[in-house]
């Protein structure tokens, strides 16, 4: 691989942008790329993976390069030339790379494969909490959470088949494979500009996970159901809803933050979904007026994100353990708040995208010990060591008084 300066630059003022402001990675990455329409998409895809690879590693190359956590342009160079090293990368003559002490890099890389907050790039206290709830299993799901997450598509079910659309998506080049027990998800090959497809455009996709995909079918919604997706956001999982009640009933989705419903909304335009009615969470009203309505109710609960690290690995820096525990205070609540939606006999599905127990089975437990008037049916966990793909919580919960 032949380094080009224009591409190496774009990632160094990313860095600079995500390191030293603050930015969110995806963000970075998402102006980064529009900044010169003459790039192609392997140049597209150099610049994307080498800003996510030096995020996710940013522990152990700042620790190689000896940048001490300052990062100064002169260091987020020293940065970039341990990734190409590592990386086996000819550097090229340039003066931010004269006299790059190679061997030296890929000595150290050797040493700190010893010690799992480098070798794993993550902070001190992560690794405390994960190794005290996860045990010896820890270390096989971090390893499997710093791997590059693959892109999936969900088929929107109202407008195609999953078989039209690889089809269809064939024919522009895109290349893409079906995800075994996961009934409508297509897996891409090579990573590819999607967004500006023709099936992009007229909503016969959306992007999500094939974890993600599964919280929504665990609900077992039928046509006609009154639903209510209470943690909606820019709503993945109330569009997947729609498509498997097929437009029918009423998907009332529910979220504290406006501007995410109007995503949401922009988003059911395209997907063709009709039964969905947005509703801002602006005061306690909005919640008990739904108070014993409810076929069913989704709570996609706030979590620490730990099981989707893969896709998104700057939350590791932006994590904080205070985090975890409020997060946790605000899970119980919600649970205890948003299951009185359910009728009896009514069913909730609670999810997160964590691994950690504490925010999943025992939060179950301990909502199971105070709410009498409910009953656990089933859970299902999902590794990303065992997938491949996030990980991802859910149980089904029945309302039986």
Known sequence: ????????????D????????????????EKTLKRDTRWGARDRKFIAETIYDCVRWKRLYNEIAGTKDHYTTE???????????????????????????VRRIKGKFDELQSQRVFKESIPDWMDVLGKKELGDQWDTEITALNQQAAVVLRTNTL????????????????????????????????????????????????????????????????PGMRVVDTCAGAGGKTLHLAALMQNKGQIIALDIYANKLKELKRRAKRAGAHNIEPRHIDSTKVIKKLYNKADRVLIDA?????????????????????????????????????????KVGGQLVYATCSILPSENE?????FLKQHDGFKFISERKILPSVSGFDGFYMALIERIK
């Not at 620490?304 to 896709?311: A, N, Q």
């Not at 025992?362 to 301990?366: F, G, I, M, N, S």
């Open 1 to 12: 691989m032949r380094l080009h300066r224009n591409l190496v630059l774009a990632v160094i």
């Open 14 to 29: 990313s860095l600079n942008y995500i390191f030293n402001d603050g930015l969110y990675a995806d963000k970075v990455v």
């Open 75 to 101: 260091n987020l160079w020293k940065i970039f030339t341990v990734w190409a090293t590592l990386k086996g990368i000819q550097l090229p003559d340039w003066k931010q790379f004269t006299d790059t002490p």
């Open 159 to 222: 407008k195609t088949t999953k078989n039209s659309l690889q089809k269809t998506l064939l024919e522009n080049s895109i290349e893409t494979e079906t995800v075994k027990g996961c009934e409508n998800a297509l897996r891409l090959v090579e990573r590819k500009s999607i967004f500006r497809t023709d099936a992009f455009q007229n909503g016969l996709f959306e992007v999500q996970d094939a974890s993600s995909q599964l919280v929504a079918e665990y609900l077992q919604v039928t």
């Open 302 to 342: 706030p979590c620490s994100g730990l099981g989707v690290l893969k896709r998104n690995p700057g939350a590791k820096w932006k994590l904080q353990p205070e985090f975890i525990d409020t997060i946790k205070e605000t899970q119980a609540e919600i649970l205890s708040k948003y299951s009185q939606m359910l």
């Open 362 to 366: 025992q939060q179950v437990e301990q």
